[in-house]
């Protein structure tokens, strides 16, 4: 793949708001967790962990945590992106932003891949964490990060406007 193939990737990747109803396949599923293993980690430690949930009453209880993102529910897969804070064991109080940054990046390339298998998906940051991590019945170590609707597209979103090159990058030579 050339530069200009995959930003057309990144550039035509949406966030996606309505789910067919049909369900996902293994290999779907496999490629999303390669996508998640692949991606860069503080230390290599991959202080992140990923669960994919399938349950229609589990997706409806996570999605009342969104603050009325009723769309949530309706995607036939609900992956609840996690941080481990275990990663202090290793670098010291305070470092669980390393583990931020791990989520954050497989979330990137979670994003891409879902894309690329002719999935959608959404990214959802607003939600409440503690309830959401009670509905998981997360350890204590775990903290759910994120939340990320998957399914069929029942729509195409429109290409959203973007700041300009100039307005995103500064340059100090």
Same mark, same amino acid.
């Given at each position: 793949m050339n530069i200009e193939d995959l930003l057309a990737v990144? &550039?035509?990747r949406r966030s996606v708001r309505a789910y067919r109803p049909d369900e996902l396949d293994e290999a779907q599923i496999e490629a999303m967790i390669e996508a998640i293993r692949w991606a860069p980690s503080a230390g290599n430690? %991959?202080? !992140?962990e990923f669960i994919f949930v399938r349950n229609p009453a589990l997706k409806r209880q996570l999605s009342d945590t969104t603050f009325d993102q009723d769309f949530v529910a309706q995607a036939p897969l609900i992956i609840a992106c996690c941080t481990? &804070?275990?990663? +202090? %064991?290793?670098?010291?109080?305070?470092s669980e932003e390393y583990s931020v940054q791990d989520v954050s990046a497989s979330i990137q390339n979670l994003l891409l891949a879902i894309h690329g298998l002719g999935l959608g998906a959404c990214w959802i940051g607003a939600f409440n964490q +503690? %309830? #959401?991590? !009670?509905?998981?019945?997360? =350890? #204590?170590?775990l903290r759910?990060? #994120?939340?990320?609707?998957?399914?069929? =597209?029942?729509? +195409? =979103?429109?290409? =959203?406007? &973007? !700041?300009?090159? +100039? /307005?995103? /990058? !500064?340059f100090i030579d």
């Open positions: 990144i &550039r035509d430690l %991959q202080s !992140r481990d &804070r275990n990663i +202090e %064991q290793h670098y010291g109080e305070g +503690e %309830q #959401a991590g !009670r509905l998981l019945d997360l =350890p #204590a170590n759910a990060l #994120a939340l990320i609707s998957v399914g069929y =597209p029942d729509e +195409e =979103p429109e290409v =959203p406007e &973007r !700041r300009s090159p +100039e /307005a995103t /990058a !500064r």
